[in-house]
Protein backbone atom coordinates (compact mmCIF):
# COMPACT_ATOMS: atom_id res chain seq x y z
CA UNK A 1 0.00 0.00 0.00
CA UNK A 2 1.19 3.64 -1.18
CA UNK A 3 2.45 5.62 1.66
CA UNK A 4 -0.66 8.03 2.82
CA UNK A 5 -3.44 5.88 1.25
CA UNK A 6 -6.58 5.64 3.03
CA UNK A 7 -7.47 2.53 4.38
CA UNK A 8 -11.09 1.25 4.52
CA UNK A 9 -12.50 -0.71 7.10
CA UNK A 10 -13.74 -4.27 5.58
CA UNK A 11 -17.16 -5.08 7.53
CA UNK A 12 -17.48 -8.59 8.26
CA UNK A 13 -21.09 -9.71 6.88
CA UNK A 14 -22.64 -12.38 8.85
CA UNK A 15 -25.84 -14.25 7.86
CA UNK A 16 -28.11 -13.22 9.67
CA UNK A 17 -26.78 -9.37 9.08
CA UNK A 18 -30.14 -8.36 7.88
CA UNK A 19 -31.66 -8.60 11.19
CA UNK A 20 -32.70 -5.91 13.94
CA UNK A 21 -33.36 -6.13 17.36
CA UNK A 22 -36.67 -4.62 18.31
CA UNK A 23 -36.47 -0.91 17.81
CA UNK A 24 -40.35 0.34 18.68
CA UNK A 25 -43.26 -0.69 21.30
CA UNK A 26 -46.37 -2.17 21.19
CA UNK A 27 -49.50 0.03 21.95
CA UNK A 28 -49.29 -1.13 25.45
CA UNK A 29 -45.93 -0.01 26.17
CA UNK A 30 -46.27 3.29 24.80
CA UNK A 31 -49.52 3.48 26.87
CA UNK A 32 -47.55 2.36 30.02
CA UNK A 33 -44.59 5.01 28.93
CA UNK A 34 -47.00 7.34 28.93
CA UNK A 35 -48.68 6.46 31.96
CA UNK A 36 -45.07 6.73 33.59
CA UNK A 37 -44.47 10.21 32.36
CA UNK A 38 -47.37 11.39 34.48
CA UNK A 39 -44.94 10.50 37.72
CA UNK A 40 -43.07 13.73 37.39
CA UNK A 41 -42.92 17.24 38.15
CA UNK A 42 -44.79 18.38 34.70
CA UNK A 43 -47.22 15.60 34.23
CA UNK A 44 -49.30 17.26 31.86
CA UNK A 45 -46.83 18.35 29.34
CA UNK A 46 -44.96 15.24 29.80
CA UNK A 47 -47.20 12.95 28.51
CA UNK A 48 -48.58 15.27 25.80
CA UNK A 49 -45.35 14.84 24.18
CA UNK A 50 -44.63 11.47 24.55
CA UNK A 51 -48.60 10.91 22.87
CA UNK A 52 -48.14 13.28 20.09
CA UNK A 53 -44.36 12.04 19.35
CA UNK A 54 -46.01 8.72 18.68
CA UNK A 55 -49.73 9.28 17.57
CA UNK A 56 -47.69 11.46 14.62
CA UNK A 57 -44.90 9.52 14.23
CA UNK A 58 -42.51 13.20 15.46
CA UNK A 59 -39.13 13.64 15.66
CA UNK A 60 -37.48 15.20 18.69
CA UNK A 61 -36.15 18.56 17.05
CA UNK A 62 -39.90 17.93 14.92
CA UNK A 63 -41.90 18.07 18.51
CA UNK A 64 -39.47 20.51 19.62
CA UNK A 65 -40.11 23.32 16.79
CA UNK A 66 -44.00 22.54 17.30
CA UNK A 67 -45.66 26.12 17.62
CA UNK A 68 -49.07 26.31 19.54
CA UNK A 69 -50.58 28.07 16.14
CA UNK A 70 -49.54 24.65 14.16
CA UNK A 71 -52.42 23.17 16.47
CA UNK A 72 -55.68 24.36 14.97
CA UNK A 73 -58.37 23.22 18.09
CA UNK A 74 -61.35 24.48 16.13
CA UNK A 75 -60.74 21.78 13.63
CA UNK A 76 -58.80 19.24 15.31
CA UNK A 77 -54.99 19.08 13.60
CA UNK A 78 -51.95 19.15 13.55
CA UNK A 79 -49.56 21.02 10.82
CA UNK A 80 -46.26 19.05 11.12
CA UNK A 81 -43.01 21.11 9.74
CA UNK A 82 -41.01 17.64 8.61
CA UNK A 83 -37.22 17.62 8.58
CA UNK A 84 -34.60 15.83 7.21
CA UNK A 85 -36.25 16.86 3.87
CA UNK A 86 -39.48 15.03 4.44
CA UNK A 87 -42.95 16.00 3.49
CA UNK A 88 -44.60 18.35 5.54
CA UNK A 89 -48.56 17.49 6.18
CA UNK A 90 -51.37 18.02 8.52
CA UNK A 91 -52.73 15.03 10.52
CA UNK A 92 -55.78 14.82 12.54
CA UNK A 93 -55.98 15.19 16.13
CA UNK A 94 -58.13 12.79 17.95
CA UNK A 95 -60.65 13.44 20.58
CA UNK A 96 -58.19 11.79 24.08
CA UNK A 97 -54.86 13.92 22.37
CA UNK A 98 -56.94 17.02 21.72
CA UNK A 99 -57.99 17.29 25.04
CA UNK A 100 -54.69 16.65 26.45
CA UNK A 101 -53.50 19.35 24.43
CA UNK A 102 -56.27 21.91 25.89
CA UNK A 103 -55.60 20.67 29.68
CA UNK A 104 -52.37 21.87 28.76
CA UNK A 105 -52.54 25.33 27.03
CA UNK A 106 -54.70 25.93 29.85
CA UNK A 107 -52.35 24.86 32.45
CA UNK A 108 -49.84 27.46 30.52
CA UNK A 109 -50.07 31.69 31.93
CA UNK A 110 -48.09 33.09 28.74
CA UNK A 111 -48.76 33.77 25.15
CA UNK A 112 -45.50 32.01 24.25
CA UNK A 113 -45.42 30.87 20.51
CA UNK A 114 -44.04 27.33 21.22
CA UNK A 115 -46.08 24.36 22.02
CA UNK A 116 -43.59 22.77 24.59
CA UNK A 117 -42.19 25.00 27.31
CA UNK A 118 -39.78 24.62 30.53
CA UNK A 119 -39.96 26.16 33.20
CA UNK A 120 -38.01 29.32 32.22
CA UNK A 121 -40.25 29.76 29.06
CA UNK A 122 -37.92 28.52 26.79
CA UNK A 123 -38.91 25.92 24.24
CA UNK A 124 -37.81 22.32 24.83
CA UNK A 125 -34.20 21.26 23.74
CA UNK A 126 -33.70 17.64 22.37
CA UNK A 127 -31.94 16.82 25.63
CA UNK A 128 -34.85 17.77 27.94
CA UNK A 129 -36.81 15.51 25.75
CA UNK A 130 -34.14 12.86 25.81
CA UNK A 131 -34.37 12.94 29.62
CA UNK A 132 -38.17 12.82 29.91
CA UNK A 133 -38.09 9.75 28.05
CA UNK A 134 -35.32 8.14 29.61
CA UNK A 135 -36.97 9.45 33.13
CA UNK A 136 -40.76 7.78 32.04
CA UNK A 137 -39.17 4.73 31.06
CA UNK A 138 -36.66 3.84 33.94
CA UNK A 139 -40.08 3.86 35.97
CA UNK A 140 -41.00 0.81 33.61
CA UNK A 141 -39.68 -2.32 32.61
CA UNK A 142 -38.85 -1.53 28.80
CA UNK A 143 -35.78 -1.19 27.88
CA UNK A 144 -33.25 0.42 25.48
CA UNK A 145 -35.76 2.80 24.73
CA UNK A 146 -35.10 6.27 23.21
CA UNK A 147 -37.22 9.44 21.37
CA UNK A 148 -36.88 7.60 17.47
CA UNK A 149 -38.64 4.53 19.33
CA UNK A 150 -41.68 6.48 19.60
CA UNK A 151 -41.73 7.49 15.87
CA UNK A 152 -41.47 3.49 15.02
CA UNK A 153 -43.84 2.65 17.04
CA UNK A 154 -46.14 5.06 14.90
CA UNK A 155 -44.77 3.42 11.91
CA UNK A 156 -45.39 -0.55 12.98
CA UNK A 157 -48.56 0.40 14.57
CA UNK A 158 -50.08 1.99 11.46
CA UNK A 159 -48.14 -1.45 9.37
CA UNK A 160 -50.27 -3.86 11.93
CA UNK A 161 -53.84 -1.73 11.58
CA UNK A 162 -53.20 -2.99 7.57
CA UNK A 163 -52.47 0.21 6.05
CA UNK A 164 -50.44 0.57 2.92
CA UNK A 165 -47.18 1.56 2.69
CA UNK A 166 -47.80 4.76 0.64
CA UNK A 167 -49.97 5.99 3.40
CA UNK A 168 -47.60 5.17 6.05
CA UNK A 169 -45.23 6.93 3.80
CA UNK A 170 -47.21 10.35 3.92
CA UNK A 171 -47.97 10.10 7.08
CA UNK A 172 -44.46 9.86 8.63
CA UNK A 173 -43.10 12.44 5.87
CA UNK A 174 -41.09 9.58 4.24
CA UNK A 175 -39.95 11.16 0.48
CA UNK A 176 -38.42 7.91 -0.02
CA UNK A 177 -40.54 4.60 0.35
CA UNK A 178 -37.53 2.45 1.53
CA UNK A 179 -37.69 4.01 4.94
CA UNK A 180 -41.12 3.09 5.21
CA UNK A 181 -40.69 -0.88 3.92
CA UNK A 182 -39.31 -1.66 7.46
CA UNK A 183 -41.98 -0.99 9.00
CA UNK A 184 -44.25 -3.92 7.23
CA UNK A 185 -40.96 -5.86 7.19
CA UNK A 186 -41.88 -7.15 10.69
CA UNK A 187 -45.80 -6.92 10.77
CA UNK A 188 -47.24 -10.11 12.27
CA UNK A 189 -50.82 -9.69 11.23
CA UNK A 190 -49.23 -10.66 7.87
CA UNK A 191 -48.81 -14.13 9.27
CA UNK A 192 -52.24 -14.39 11.25
CA UNK A 193 -53.85 -16.72 8.46
CA UNK A 194 -51.31 -18.66 7.22
CA UNK A 195 -51.68 -21.72 9.54
CA UNK A 196 -55.81 -20.80 10.42
Known sequence: MAKGQNVKSTKIITTNDHERSKNFLSNAEVKELIV????SRYPIRNSLILLMMFRHGLRVS????????????????????RLK???????????DELRAIKRY??????????LFVNERNL???????NYIIKTAADKTSLKNIHPHTL????????ANKGYDLRLIQDYLGHRDPKHTVNYTRV????FDKLWG
Not at 36 to 39: G, L, N, P
Not at 62 to 81: Q, T
Not at 151 to 158: D, E, F, N
Request: proline letters at 5%; hydrophobic letters at 35%; one cysteine or more.
Open 187 to 190: VSSR
Open 105 to 114: LRSRNDHLPW
Open 62 to 81: EAINLRVADVNLKESRLWIE
Open 151 to 158: RHSCGYYL
Open 85 to 95: NGLSVEHPILG
Open 123 to 129: PLTRQAV
Open 36 to 39: ASKQ
